[in-house]
């Protein structure tokens, strides 16, 4: 995303009733003021938006959480980034405890094939929590 190297004020309208549960998810989240919060639901808006556009180029992470004594998770895991290797650009694995690994693949490519790639990986027997966070490859 292209960041401005101004700041424009705007007024936003809003019934008390919407706005007193927006600044209760601002505390729940963590923001500092209403416009950080503002500021990162339209960017959030406008990622997704890209993702109508079937070839815009994005780059990010895939991070899954395991336990690697499920049978079968590795050789899937393994076969499923051989499967899309020309977007896989590394993988890093952390073995965290006894039982639970974090394998964060870090990826390039069009943002529909990503999407794709993440559903496969995420939907794999005994993978407990996963996250996918890219964002569009912006050419100048
Ligand atoms: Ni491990």
Known sequence: MRESSSLTRFGVSMDDQLLKSFDELIIEKGYKNRSEAVRDLVREVLVKETWNDKDQLVAGSIQIFYDHHQRGLIENLT?????????????????LDNHNCLEMIVVKGKANEL????????????VNYGNFSVTPIVVK
């Open 115 to 126: 999407q794709q790639l993440s559903n496969q990986l995420l939907s794999i027997k005994g």
């Open 79 to 95: 076969s499923i980034q051989h499967d899309y290797h020309h977007m896989v650009l590394a993988t890093t694995h952390i073995h």
